[in-house]
C-alpha cells in the first residue's frame, strides 16, 4: 500500500512492522514525530510493545540494553546530542552484543545550539561498533528499519538507521507500506540463545580480564582483547550477512539490490561525487546539469558507513579520475571522516582516482545546487591541483 | 561451508564458588568453636546459630554443631564477636588446631 | 512489621543464593546484606547491577558468585536498566519474576539518581535496593552525598566532609511511592522481611540499607555488626517503613522511642573515619538527633 507520509512515520511504520517489543524513548527535535507516532501506535493498539516515556536518552539506551538482554526486540530513536548523550550506552550496547535498532533524525551538535541538520552526531559515533545504514528517502527508511531487526539479531550488533533531520524526518513523500505478513516471514521473531532467565542464571557484562581464564568447567574463557577482536571479525562479516538481507528483501519485496552504495550514472564517469543521505538525491540533478555540458560525472551515496563497505567502494571508484566527497560533518582538526575513509579503502588500489574534499551543510545550512555546481566544476577543471585539505562550500566570511 | 556462528564471545559468567581462589588463604585469625559453650550444642537442638546469620560469607553452617569451611572463611571474626556464649575464639593463623597435633 | 509474622533465625531458610570464595572484602556488610536479601527475593529474580563494590563480588568472567541472573549495566542507568527488564518481563508474559535495582549510595543518590527518579515517577514495578556504605567505596573511599558531616574521606582528606549526609529516602518517598524502607547490615532478620514484605507489593519499592564497611570506616572487620547496630542505638540511623505514605518505625528504632539512646560520640569513637571530629560537630550531630527524636 502506498502512503504519503514524513520520513518519522515512514521509519515508526517499519518499528511498528517489525513488531518491537520494548520501546523507550525521550523527544529530541527532529526525531520528535517518530517517538510520538510510536506511542499513538501503542496506546491505540496497534502496536503490542512496552513503551517507556524515559527521563532521558541514557536511559533510552539503558531501557533497551536491559530488555534486549531479557530476551526482547528494542527500539529507540533520537537525534544529536541525545545521541551523545547515550554515548557509553552505544558501546555498552555493541560491546554486550545487543540486537537493538535506532534510528536517528540526523542533526548538528551544539554549541552552539543548532537543530538543523547535518550529519555529525552519528559520523561522530562511528568508533563505537555499531552498524549505520543511511538512508536517502522514506522508502529507504521504511524498508532500511525493517532489514535493520534482522541484521541485527542475525549478527547480534545493534543498529543504527540515520536519516537527514527535516529534509526527510519532517518532508513528505510516497512510499511504499510492506504487508505485515511479508514483514513476519522477512523477519523471524528474536529469539536468543543467552538471555536473563532465572532458569539458567548467568551474569551478563561481568568484569572482564587482560587475559583469558579458565571456568568452573575448566574450558578457557575470552578475555576481554579476545571479546573485542570477536566484536570486530563480527562486525566485518556482518557486510556479507546485509548483501544476503538486502538480496532477500529485493525477492520478497521488489526493492534494494544496492546495500552499500547507491550509484547514479556512475558506469562511464570520469568524476564521482561521493557523499551520505539525501544530498546523494540533490547531487543527481546537479550531475545531469554537468552530464549536458559534456562532463562525464555520476554520484555515489554510500548506504552503510559502518562496518565500512570497502569492496564496494573499491569496486565503484577504481579507475576513475576524480572521486568529490561531500560531507556534512568532519573529524575536527583532521578532514572529512568520509573522506579519509574512502582514500583509505583506496590506498592500495592499482588504478586509484585522486579523491578531494568539501564540507558543507553544517548546522543546516542551506546547500545550493549553484554551490554544487561550483564545487564540482572546479574539482572537475583541475583535479590535479585540489590538494588534501577539505574546501568549505557556502562560508559566509 | 558451514554458515558462520555469530556473536561466539560474550562477557557472560556461571554462578559458582571461589571466584576469589580460596579465600580462606586471607585469612590471619582463624575462628575456632568451643563446643562445650555452643547453645545449640549444648543444648542438643536448633537454636541460637548466629554465627551463621551474621555470616558474610555464608561459610557457617546452619547445623549442630555449626561448620566452619575454612576453605574459604575470610577470617574476620563476625562470629566471635557476635556469638552470646563467648563459644568462638579468634586464634591465630598460625597456631596449630587440635586435629593438626 | 507484625510481630507474629517475624522471621526468626530459626525458621530463616538455608538457602544460599551467593557463592562463598568471592571477592568482598573480609567482614563485608554488603556481603551480609546481599546474602540475606538474596534469600527473600528467591529464584525467580532478576538482578541489575551499575559499577559498585558490588560488581567486584559478582566476580570475574566467567565465573559469578550469585546463584541469580544478573545484567551489569552503565553507572547512571540502573533505574532504567530495571525499567527494560521489567517491560521484557511483560512484553515475554513472564510476570512472577522479581525484578531488582541493586545499586550503592553513590548509584542510587548520585550519579543514578535521574534514571531511578524517572523509575518511581513512571511507576515501575520493580524493587530498588541502596546498600548505603557512605563513600565510593570501591573506587578507595572518597566522598559520596551520603557521606556524614566531618567524615574523612580521600577526598576530604584533612577537614572531613564538610555538608551532611543526603536523605535519599526522604527524595525516593517524595516520589510517593508505595513502599519506602530502611534497614541495617546489623539487623538481617529485619531487613529480610522487609525485603520480602516488598516482594509481595507492586509498583515502585525501594530499601535503603545502612552497610558498614571495615575498610571505608576504619574499624576492625569483626566489629561490623557491632557498629551497624550502634548507629542505630544512638538513633543517628533509623529503621523505618514508609506504606503508601504512612511512616513507622520499625524493629530495633521502633524500641528506642521514648528511651534513653546511646550517645552518638559512642558511635563516632568506634571509627578512624570521625577521628577528626570537632566537639561542635558532634554536639550538632546530637542536637539533630535529639530534636528528630522528639518528634517519633
Known amino acids: ?397 | ?101 | 512489621m507484625d510481630n507474629k509474622n517475624k522471621t526468626t533465625i530459626l525458621n530463616l531458610t538455608k538457602e544460599e543464593f551467593v557463592h562463598p570464595g568471592n571477592r568482598a572484602c573480609s567482614g563485608c556488610g554488603l556481603s551480609l546484606v546481599y546474602r540475606t536479601a538474596l534469600k527473600a527475593l528467591g529464584k525467580d529474580t532478576i538482578l541489575v547491577v551499575p559499577p559498585s563494590c558490588l560488581t567486584v563480588m559478582q566476580g570475574l568472567h566467567p565465573i559469578a558468585s550469585t546463584k541469580l541472573p544478573c545484567v551489569n549495566v552503565t553507572f547512571a542507568s540502573t533505574g532504567a536498566a530495571a525499567t527494560g527488564v521489567r517491560a521484557a518481563m511483560k512484553a515475554l508474559k513472564k510476570e512472577n519474576v522479581n525484578v531488582v535495582a541493586w545499586a550503592g549510595d553513590g548509584g542510587t543518590g548520585d550519579i543514578g539518581i535521574q534514571a531511578l527518579s524517572g523509575a518511581c515517577e513512571r511507576g515501575e514495578d520493580i524493587i530498588y535496593i541502596c546498600y548505603d556504605n557512605e563513600a565510593y567505596m570501591n573506587t578507595g573511599v572518597q566522598r559520596s552525598g551520603t557521606t556524614p558531616q566531618g567524615v574523612l574521606t580521600t577526598t576530604t582528606p584533612i577537614k572531613g566532609k564538610l555538608q551532611e549526609k543526603k536523605d535519599v529516602p526522604s527524595i525516593i518517598d517524595a516520589h510517593g511511592i508505595g513502599y519506602v524502607a530502611t534497614a541495617s547490615a546489623a539487623y538481617p532478620l529485619d531487613l529480610y522481611d522487609k525485603v520480602k514484605k516488598a516482594t509481595t507489593m507492586s509498583g515502585p519499592r525501594y530499601i535503603h540499607v545502612h552497610t558498614p564497611c571495615p575498610p571505608g570506616w576504619s574499624f576492625d572487620a569483626r566489629f561490623t555488626i557491632k557498629i551497624g547496630k550502634l548507629a542505630v542505638q544512638s538513633g543517628l540511623f533509623d529503621l523505618y517503613e514508609i506504606i503508601d505514605g504512612t511512616f513507622n518505625l520499625t524493629g530495633q528504632s521502633k524500641k528506642l522511642i521514648g528511651k534513653d539512646k546511646i550517645p552518638v560520640l559512642d558511635y563516632f569513637k568506634t571509627q578512624g573515619r570521625f577521628k577528626s571530629l570537632d566537639e561542635q560537630i558532634v554536639k550538632k550531630v546530637q542536637d539533630q538527633v535529639n530534636a528528630k527524636w522528639a518528634q517519633y
Not at chain 1, 324 to 336: D, M, P, R, T, W
Not at chain 2, 68 to 79: A, L, P, S, T
Open chain 1, 1 to 397: 500500500m502506498h502512503i504519503i507520509e514524513s520520513g518519522n512515520v515512514a521509519a515508526a511504520t517499519g518499528v511498528k512492522l517489525s513488531r518491537a517489543q520494548v520501546i523507550a524513548a525521550y523527544p529530541i527535535t527532529p526525531q520528535t514525530p517518530l517517538t510520538e507516532k510510536l506511542s499513538e501506535f501503542v496506546e491505540g493498539g496497534e502496536l503490542d510493545a512496552q513503551y517507556i516515556p524515559v527521563e532521558s536518552e541514557h536511559s533510552a539506551m539503558g531501557v533497551c540494553i536491559a530488555a534486549s538482554t531479557a530476551g526482547t526486540r528494542a527500539f529507540t530513536a533520537t537525534s544529536a546530542n541525545g545521541l551523545l548523550y547515550m554515548n557509553e550506552q552505544l558501546h555498552w550496547a555493541v560491546g554486550a552484543r545487543l540486537p537493538i535498532v535506532m534510528c536517528v533524525a540526523n542533526r548538528g551538535i551544539g554549541a552552539p545550539w543548532t537543530v538543523w541538520n547535518d550529519q555529525q552526531d552519528t559520523i561522530a559515533q562511528r568508533d563505537v561498533g555499531w552498524i549505520q545504514i543511511y538512508c536517502n528517502d522514506h522508502q529507504q527508511i521504511i524498508d532500511s528499519v525493517i532489514k535493520a531487526f534482522r541484521l541485527a539479531q542475525s549478527v547480534s550488533i545493534p543498529v543504527m538507521v540515520c536519516y537527514d533531520g527535516y529534509l526527510l524526518s519532517h518532508t513528505y513523500m510516497p512510499f511504499d507500506q510492506p504487508e505485515q505478513s511479508k514483514v513476519d516471514t522477512f523477519l523471524p521473531k528474536f529469539a536468543p540463545t543467552h538471555f536473563l532467565n532465572p532458569d539458567d542464571p548467568a551474569n551478563f557484562n561481568t568484569v572482564t580480564l587482560p587475559d583469558v581464564r579458565p571456568g568452573l568447567d575448566g574450558k578457557m574463557a575470552p578475555g576481554y582483547i579476545e571479546i573485542r577482536h570477536n566484536l570486530q571479525e563480527d562486525l566485518r562479516a556482518s557486510l556479507d550477512v546485509y548483501e544476503e538481507i538486502d538480496t532477500a528483501f529485493a525477492k520478497d519485496f521488489g526493492r534494494g539490490g544496492n546495500p552499500f552504495v547507491e550509484q547514479y550514472k556512475c558506469e562511464d564517469a570520469d568524476f564521482v561525487a561521493v557523499c551520505i543521505g539525501s544530498l546523494s538525491y540533490q547531487l543527481r540533478d546537479v550531475i545531469d546539469i554537468m552530464r549536458d555540458n559534456g562532463v562525464k560525472i555520476g554520484v555515489m551515496g554510500v548506504q552503510m558507513y559502518r562496518p565500512f563497505p570497502n569492496q564496494a567502494i573499491i569496486a565503484a571508484l577504481d579507475g576513475k579520475k576524480c572521486a568529490i566527497v561531500f560531507e556534512k560533518a568532519l573529524s575536527y582538526g583532521n578532514q572529512g571522516a568520509l573522506y579519509a575513509d574512502i582514500k583509505s579503502a583506496l590506498y592500495n588500489s592499482k588504478d586509484k582516482p585522486l579523491v578531494h574534499n568539501y564540507i558543507l551543510g553544517l548546522g543546516g545550512r542551506e546547500i545550493k545546487t549553484r554551490h554544487l555546481l561550483d564545487a564540482l566544476n572546479e574539482s572537475c577543471t583541475a583535479p590535479e591541483t585540489f590538494g588534501d585539505s577539505p574546501r568549505w562550500i557556502g562560508l559566509k566570511l
Open chain 2, 1 to 101: 561451508m558451514a554458515p558462520k556462528e555469530f556473536c561466539k564471545m560474550i562477557s557472560r559468567s556461571k554462578p559458582g564458588p571461589g571466584d576469589g581462589g580460596n579465600t580462606g588463604s586471607w585469612r590471619v585469625l582463624r575462628p575456632v568453636i568451643d563446643l562445650k559453650a555452643c547453645i545449640p550444642v549444648k543444648m542438643n537442638k536448633e537454636a541460637c546459630f548466629n554465627c551463621w546469620l551474621y555470616c558474610p560469607d555464608s561459610v557457617v553452617s546452619k547445623t549442630i554443631p555449626p561448620v566452619i569451611n575454612f576453605e574459604y572463611c575470610k577470617g574476620c571474626g563476625i562470629c566471635a564477636e557476635e556469638c552470646p556464649a563467648g563459644a568462638i575464639t579468634m586464634v591465630n593463623e598460625a597456631t596449630p588446631i587440635e586435629e593438626d597435633k
